[in-house]
């Protein structure tokens, strides 16, 4: 890759637009192999499918062998778990290539995709804590929305009040208000953390030695007092990528469309359509998912790129290091 066309000033920090041009520029240089990780990385989802598919196929053929249930789901399981682990794997990879890039260190993909490789569980751990994360904090706001809920109907008289009109309209009005507010400030609440935890792979699969609860821990004190730069950032780049989706969803449609006309709706070609359009929308996802997944993980590299030389000063040790050279 040409330094000039993807490695941006070492010594500014950059400004949004110029994190999303990066990203784009690393895609675009890099772009052939790129969209081959990302097909790997998306083959390796689809290969816990295909086996639950197998299995399905064998019991629905046999009408037997049950008792190996206990051993063929957690098996099935655990090849999950190590699928999405090289998924993860691929889709690091894609990011610790471009960051050497920009550091003016770029690394063979033999030797990226080694490191990569050998911290598979380690990614896999990492998302499932944020996942976890996530999980907690959406039950707890459910809850909170659910006792905020029985309490507001409680201060309006209840039930029977709310059906008869028999409240207080003045309480309903702030009651309604207080709910806006609320789904707001979840809002932006869930759009903060989104950024604090958008890219805490990177640590792991930049930094030598770093664990997986390290570069969670790692990337949240590298987006302190970043994050909203950080979500829009994203939010940039998701409407960029905005009419692409939407051109595949119009794909979809018209797919469905022919082949509606082409299969007779009879009963009995009924389950061939189905099975026709279910393959034309997960053909076309996973299409979709390839052709995405390198720019979202470029632009990842470029924002843990800047927050770095924000925060730690790395463009100034990269000059001064190359001055002692």
């Not at 809850?143 to 028999?166: D, E, M, R, S």
């Not at 979809?252 to 099975?275: D, G, H, K, L, M």
Request: glycine letters at 6%; charged letters at 10%.
């Amino acid at each position: 890759m040409a330094q000039s066309a993807s490695s941006p000033n070492p010594i500014q920090p950059l400004s949004v637009g110029d994190v999303v041009t990066t990203g784009f520029r690393l895609y675009g240089a890099q772009a052939k192999p790129f969209l081959l990780i990302s097909l790997i990385a998306t083959l390796w989802v689809l290969v816990p499918f295909v086996a639950a598919f197998a299995i399905a196929l064998f019991y629905v053929v046999t009408q037997d062998y049950y008792a190996l249930l206990g051993l063929v789901i957690p098996a099935w399981v655990v090849l999950l778990l190590y699928c999405l682990g090289k998924y993860l794997a691929n889709s690091a990879l894609i990011s610790r290539l471009s960051f050497k890039e920009l550091i003016n260190q770029p690394e063979s993909l033999t030797d990226a995709r080694r490191y990569t490789r050998s911290r598979v569980w380690s990614f896999l751990l990492v998302a499932l804590v944020v996942t976890l994360i996530f999980l907690g904090i959406t039950i707890a706001f459910y809850l909170a929305i659910a006792v905020l809920g029985f309490g507001a109907i409680a201060a309006l008289g209840g039930f029977p009040g709310i059906t008869t009109g028999n409240t207080n309209a003045a309480l309903a009005i702030i009651l309604v208000l207080l709910f806006i507010l609320i789904l707001i400030a979840a809002i932006v609440f869930f759009g903060w953390l989104s950024a604090r935890l958008s890219a805490v792979e990177l640590p792991l699969a930049v930094e030598p030695e770093t664990t997986a609860l390290q570069s969670i821990s790692r990337f949240w004190e590298l987006t302190k007092g970043n994050a909203w730069r950080v979500l829009l950032i994203l939010f940039i780049t998701f409407c960029i990528t905005l009419p692409i989706q939407l051109l595949a969803q119009f794909l979809v449609n018209t797919a469905e469309v022919i082949v509606a006309t082409v299969v007779p709706q009879e009963s009995a070609s009924a389950v061939a359509f189905q099975v026709l359009t279910l393959l034309l929308i997960y053909m076309m996802s996973f299409a979709l998912g390839i052709a995405l997944l390198p720019l979202w993980q470029t632009v990842k590299a470029a924002i843990y790129f800047d927050l770095r030389n924000r925060r730690e000063g790395l463009g100034l040790e990269l000059r001064d290091r190359r001055l002692k050279e």
